[in-house]
T-cell receptor
Framework: SAVISQKPSRDICQRGTSLTIQCQVD?????MFWYRQQPGQSLTLIAT?????????ESGFVIDKFPISRPNLTFSTLTVSNMSPEDSSIYLC???????????????FGPGTRLLVL | QKEVEQNSGPLSVPEGAIASLNCTYS??????FFWYRQYSGKSPELIMF????GDKEDGRFTAQLNKASQYVSLLIRDSQPSDSATYLC????????????FGTGTRLQVFP
């Protein structure tokens, strides 16, 4: 499986500010995903980021709030903009094991970024 | 109805027992099914995946899939205190197969 790193691992931010989270993979991958896990909750997909195309956002998530970049096949960023305390969550990057996104492919997760907004 | 449902637990089992974790899903066209383990403060770790009806075994873990009943389970044999974690069931639909849909997870406690 791919080795995934995220920066920062945690941060405490003031409301109204923005934070950019980086996700680095040790091999080229087609599909990268950004999830949010609010305290005590399960994982919710924010968006899918494919290199060379605009990110695809899930219902309830918008580009103005969570802009995503995917400049190459090993790197992506997620920005949490104009933060409020409700954005306090763990943000997780994941990658697909293959190149086609088929049902037989699995996803592996990075270590996550723990964000607290005051 | 949630697309992927799990009992939140906690499920408490004694050390050495079999832990049985269950998951139901609503989309009959779902193609593949995944079990992740998540320790407190850590990210999810893939344990098992299964595509075909029946059982799939890997060490102490067995995944069971019954597509007719839209039911997938994870059995952990010889449970250890180190197995204490939240177990997340995830499903890929028959369409948009790049996306994982997660259940809310079941917290497992294995006591000595």
């Amino acid at each position: 499986s791919a080795v995934i790193s995220q920066k920062p691992s945690r941060d405490i931010c003031q409301r109204g500010t923005s934070l950019t989270i980086q996700c680095q993979v040790d091999s080229q991958v087609t599909m990268m995903f950004w999830y949010r896990q609010q305290p005590g909750q399960s994982l919710t997909l924010i968006a899918t980021a494919n290199q060379g195309s605009e990110a695809t956002y899930e219902s309830g998530f918008v580009i103005d709030k969570f802009p995503i970049s995917r400049p190459n096949l090993t790197f992506s960023t997620l920005t949490v903009s104009n933060m409020s305390p409700e954005d306090s969550s763990i943000y997780l990057c994941s990658v697909d094991s293959g190149i086609s996104g088929g049902y037989w492919e699995t996803q592996y997760f990075g270590p996550g970024t723990r964000l607290l907004v005051l | 109805q949630k697309e992927v449902e799990q009992n939140s637990g906690p499920l408490s089992v004694p050390e050495g027992a079999i832990a049985s974790l269950n998951c139901t899903y609503s989309d009959r066209g779902s193609q593949s099914f995944f079990w992740y383990r998540q320790y407190s403060g850590k990210s999810p770790e893939l344990i098992m995946f299964i595509y075909s009806n029946g059982d799939k075994e890997d060490g102490r873990f067995t995944a069971q899939l019954n597509k007719a009943s839209q039911y997938v389970s994870l059995l952990i044999r010889d449970s250890q205190p180190s197995d204490s974690a939240t177990y997340l069931c995830a499903v890929k639909r028959g369409y948009n197969t790049d996306k994982l849909i997660f259940g809310t997870g079941t917290r497992l406690q294995v006591f000595p």
